[in-house]
């Protein structure tokens, strides 16, 4: 047996691709393109990287970006200050905040950022008020990845209804939110992390598996039952070649671009699960494309609900 491979980044450009009508019915209505404020702190080349991607992907939409790049200098009322301009910008539809932020701001600086935005411009549904409309099944906006997941397996056609779901990783961003929409959908859904006992034989007990627990290749085969759906959320940056060695053919293209560049990104997944799966997403070009494709959808939704309003 070989895994189906679950094309998430054909899948994010299908959704874009459905959005740009309803982009240019916005403009036609409300003057303006949607906009979506994005607030970066700091020099993190793996935030820039990511910040860029959204807007790029958003400025090809047609939507307006208006990204503000404070420096790691920067205090926290600085960073609610450019919030609260987004809040109260009547062109501003949905409001992002990169994390991670400065660790000299606390522990709690993300919370008490993502608490700042208004609920109805909060595209990653990070504020309470939306944490709170989805675990009543009501939410507008939902997290971007947890939606992308389920927009891959509904379209894919795999079942969730009546199915054993394991989510590996207990995270606010995906762990969670994932499990609590599975469960809107009838899954059975078990949540696993570092204190569960057996993971690995709790996880083989899965249709539908989840891997979001941010450590390379951590998930083999024995986590797999066989034939099951395994969803790979994790993107991780490795640089030991012994380790790359174990994960890619020597004459492989990826080999080569590791070689050349010294790192490679992999997923939660060992490449050996794809033996003993029914479907797989691949790391990159699965989860994260649709991550992206679904922020972009909230932004559209915010913008237009504010204009119904």
Not at 115 to 128: N, R
Not at 167 to 189: D, F
Not at 219 to 225: A, I, L, P, R, Y
């Amino acid at each position: 047996m070989s895994a189906s491979i679950l094309d998430g980044k054909g899948l994010a450009a299908t959704i874009c691709d459905e959005l740009i009508p309803r982009i240019k019915d916005f403009l036609r209505s409300g003057g303006r393109p949607p906009q979506l404020g994005i607030l970066l702190v700091g020099e993190n080349p793996a935030s820039e990287v990511y910040v860029r991607n959204k807007r790029r992907t958003a400025e090809e939409l047609g939507l307006d970006v208006d990204l503000v790049h404070l420096p790691a200098t920067a205090s926290l009322d600085d960073a609610k200050r450019t919030i609260n301009r987004f809040n109260e910008s009547e062109s501003h539809d949905g409001i992002l905040v990169q994390v991670p932020v400065p660790t000299a701001w606390g522990s709690g600086a993300s919370r008490e950022l993502f608490e700042q935005i208004h609920p109805a411009k909060d595209v990653d549904s990070f504020h309470s008020i939306n944490v709170g409309r989805l675990m009543q099944n009501r939410a507008t906006l939902m997290p971007c990845t947890p939606s992308g997941i389920i927009e891959l397996l509904l379209r894919s056609q795999i079942a969730i209804e009546g199915q054993h779901a394991v989510v590996l990783g207990r995270s606010e961003i995906v762990g969670r939110p994932l499990a609590m929409m599975l469960l809107h959908r009838h899954a059975t859904v078990t949540i696993c992390h570092s204190h569960t006992p057996n993971l690995a034989s709790v996880a083989a007990t899965a249709d539908l598996l989840v891997a979001a627990v941010g450590r390379p290749v951590f998930v083999t085969d024995e986590f797999v039952k066989p034939g099951a759906t395994v969803i790979d959320v994790g993107i991780n940056r490795i640089t030991d070649p012994d380790l790359a060695s174990t994960l890619v053919a020597a004459d492989s293209v990826r080999w080569k671009a590791f070689e050349r560049r010294g790192s490679m990104l992999v997923g939660d997944v060992h490449p050996d699960v794809q033996k003993v799966a029914g479907a797989l997403t691949p790391v990159p070009g699965g989860v994260g494309p649709l991550t992206v494709a679904m922020l972009m959808a909230n932004t559209v939704e915010a913008a237009t609900a504010r204009l119904s309003s």
